[in-house]
């Protein structure tokens, strides 16, 4: 794990090293799974699917070529992340969850007792169309 510099004047921020196994260039700003169901050694990460939506493992930090290593955020304040959303503006605080065959994260409701990975840190307004794509503040939290 590397953790950032404690500083008064930015965020605190903790990354992890990982490895691009999804068969594509990882864009920084996406989110990742852990693999678990080919290679299962806690490194390997790739794009969500359903049998793997719980074992989200962070935010790509930079692009990482397929094969290649790289750092995935797991906590702390992005200005940018991946955001797949649907019609409607999302609010500062919504959680944010993995989404089947998306490398964006989905805005939920706030209620309920579940964890989130991640939640807005900023709202984002809609789209007129039914599904959109764009990118938001987030605070991430999957420690």
């Known amino acids: 794990m590397l953790f950032k510099r404690i500083s008064r004047s930015s965020p605190e921020q903790m990354f992890i ?3 691009n196994v999804s068969g594509s260039t990882m864009t920084a700003g996406y989110s990742c799974v852990f693999d678990v169901a080919t290679n299962i050694d806690g490194v390997s990460v790739s794009q969500a699917d359903t049998v793997d939506l719980g074992a989200f493992a962070g935010i790509v930090d930079a692009d990482i070529a397929n094969g290649s290593y790289g750092l995935c955020q797991v ?7 991946y955001i797949y959303s649907s019609t409607g503006s999302s609010a500062a605080g919504d959680l944010l969850a993995t989404t089947n065959g998306e490398w964006g994260l989905t805005p939920g409701s706030t209620s309920g007792t579940a964890k989130a990975f991640a939640f807005l840190m900023a ?5 007129t169309s039914s599904q959109y794509h764009t990118t938001a503040t987030v605070f ?3 420690l």
Not at 75 to 81: D, E, I, L, M, N
Not at 123 to 127: K, L
């Open 123 to 127: 709202a984002i307004s809609g789209s």
């Open 17 to 19: 090293v990982v490895k």
């Open 75 to 81: 906590y702390g304040y992005r200005a940018s992340a």
């Open 140 to 142: 991430v939290r999957a």
